[in-house]
């Protein structure tokens, strides 16, 4: 009836996700060309394009910060999570818990200021930052995820003769994968922001022509820099958007044998 | 097969199973019957050791419980319960293959299996082989829970009101193909439920369970003629008993050889009640009987069935 390949390119070329990812690449990329724009916008203004580092390193080092924290954050968070969900580890979830949110309440600036005596300026002050900022929600939806396996198919598995291991891999982290993957995009979409903030303490970030300017009371820095780390933001959670309508659909559909 | 030995398991003060001893002989279905508290699902768990023993010994084929590892002894056994718990994100193959694929089978053999038990349940192996659980009726779910729980051939089957949460229809459905099933592969089958007639249909030993010990044990026979105490009684109810003696009752036992009558026969292991309704049904007084090959041995009256 109707033409199955057409209907995908087209489908395609309305995903907003496309069209943001555009903007952001060119802008990361072709910023110079705006100089006109900014000129008659920013009159007086020299530079009116932040020159000293170009963007895309900005965003390379902002990204790989990002990354490198909420690797970490996952990895430590489902752990705890699997953990405090385990009979042995119940007493630990309150725990757990209050010291997760501990690392939230905490304002990141008051992180860089205790961590930057401790291991210096850079990106390793901001890593810690982001890492402990990130627990939380990763924490909180992984305990949720494994908490949702229905009672009856968890005591269907114990009763067939799955190993605690075999419940954990094959049962529970299968049925919570949507709500881990939902933890995790909130994690990492309020390290894209807060990331921004290490350039205070020298970590090499989109926030830096943001402070730049700030400091220099040059607006076009501060906007170039805003502007850029928010379509990163916005890119990022609509990827993660992707993933997880993927991941629940995947949670109903068959593994495959070689998955085993 | 199973020998349960003074077996006691408290829960804090509450004494729940109380110094229980059964023994299922291989090839047995036995009925743990009793109100909700009465210890039957905990007995039933201490079996596959869901729950631990807390004194006293369960001894299958000879072999303590607790001398086997755990999940190995669970692979052995075959579990139903109530609330099913399919893995959702799992097709129905690969629910039923749960147990096959922990001990490793190789693929055509899964496959095979869950072709055999498909159809053993009168599920289309093609068109359900590949549906998932949300897409299946509550009977058709049920069906896969048990087929997943017959999937390794175990000799023992422990099934804990499996049949609880379905309707009348779908349970009748499902209780006449367990026995079926139960008669076609002389499983020892262990079956937990707080329904008599359910007993009474299904169970060649039924077990009287009442604040963690057993009232009464015996046929459903026994238990209609002979019940050992008030609380079996009283359990039983003196309520619709002439009927409820009549559906443990068989043709087999009150049959005429000596005498024919009209009309089509009935099988020879069929129920009294069910003798009875097709007499109110035909309006009637006597009815041929044959067996399985169709040959005729004889009649049944309605006389027989006061008798």
Redesign the interface.
């Known amino acids: 009836m109707t033409a199955p390949e057409p209907m995908r390119v087209g489908r395609s070329l309305a995903s907003p996700l496309l069209w943001v990812g555009l903007l952001f690449a060119a802008l990361l990329l072709r910023m110079d060309e705006l100089r006109p724009v900014l000129h008659w916008a920013f009159p007086g203004v020299s530079p009116v394009v932040y020159q000293r580092s170009n963007f895309l390193a900005l965003f390379l080092s902002h990204l790989g910060l990002v990354a490198g924290a909420s690797v970490a954050a996952t990895a430590v968070g489902v752990a705890l999570a699997v953990f405090v969900t385990r009979p042995a580890g119940n007493d630990f979830r309150t725990t757990v818990n209050a010291i997760a949110a501990v690392g939230q309440t905490f304002p990141p600036a008051a992180v860089l200021a205790i961590t930057v005596p401790i291991v210096g300026f850079g990106a390793q002050p901001t890593m810690v930052a982001l890492f402990l900022y990130g627990l939380l929600p990763i924490i909180e939806n992984a305990v949720a995820g494994l908490e949702g396996v229905?009672?009856?198919?968890?005591?269907?598995?114990?009763?067939?003769?799955?190993?605690a291991w075999?419940q954990l891999r094959d049962?529970e982290l299968?049925?919570a994968a949507p709500m881990i993957l939902s933890g995790i995009r909130i994690s990492v979409t309020i390290a894209i922001g807060t990331a921004t903030i290490g350039s205070t303490v020298g970590a090499l970030t989109l926030g830096t022509p943001i402070f730049n300017g700030l400091v220099a009371n040059k607006l076009p820095f501060v906007l170039e820099g805003a502007v850029l780390v928010a379509l990163f933001a916005i890119l990022t959670d609509m990827l993660f958007a992707r993933v997880e309508r993927w991941a629940q659909q995947?949670?109903?559909?068959?593994?495959s044998?070689t998955d085993? | 097969m199973i020998e349960i030995d003074n077996v006691t398991k408290r829960y804090g003060e509450r004494l729940v199973v109380n110094h229980l001893s059964l023994t299922v002989p291989a090839g047995g279905f036995c009925v743990l019957l009793g109100s909700s508290g009465s210890g039957k699902s905990t007995t039933l768990r201490m079996i596959?050791r869901?729950t631990a023993i807390d004194s006293g010994a369960i001894r299958v084929c000879g072999e303590d419980v607790r001398d086997v590892p755990?999940?190995?002894?669970?692979?052995r056994m075959g579990?139903a319960?109530q609330?099913?718990?399919?893995?959702?994100?799992?097709?129905v193959e690969?629910n039923i293959a749960?147990?096959p694929?922990?001990l490793k089978w190789p693929?055509p053999r899964k496959r095979d299996r869950v072709t055999e038990l498909l159809e053993l349940f009168r599920l289309e192996p093609e068109r359900y082989r590949?549906k998932?659980p949300?897409q299946l009726s509550g009977g058709e779910q049920q069906r896969v829970?048990v087929a997943?729980?017959l999937a390794a051939d175990p000799e023992l089957l422990l099934m804990d009101e499996p049949f609880g949460a379905v309707d009348p229809i779908t349970r009748d459905a499902l209780q006449r193909e367990l026995e079926q099933i139960y008669r076609a592969t002389a499983k020892t089958i262990v079956f937990v439920t707080h329904d008599i007639e359910e007993a009474l249909r299904l169970a060649t030993q039924i077990a009287i369970l009442h604040e963690g010990q057993i009232a009464q044990l015996g046929s459903p026979l026994e238990i209609l003629e002979r019940p050992a105490n008030d609380f079996v009684s009283e359990f039983v109810s003196r309520q619709g008993l002439g009927l409820k003696l009549l559906s443990v009752r068989r043709i087999a036992d009150r049959m005429r050889a000596d005498a024919t009558a009209e009309g089509e026969p009935l099988l020879v292991d069929t129920p009294l009640r069910e003798a009875l309704s097709v007499m109110i049904t035909r309006r009637v007084e006597r009815l041929p009987v044959c067996d399985i090959g169709g040959r005729k041995l004889g009649v049944i009256t309605l006389a027989d069935l006061v008798r």
């Open positions: 229905p009672p009856a198919v968890r005591e269907a598995a114990v009763g067939l003769g799955l190993s075999q049962i299968r049925l995947r949670a109903k559909l068959p593994i044998e085993r | 596959n869901l755990a999940e190995v002894l669970r692979r579990y319960i609330s099913i718990g399919l893995f959702p994100h799992w097709t690969e749960t147990v694929r922990l693929r590949s998932y949300h829970g997943r729980a």
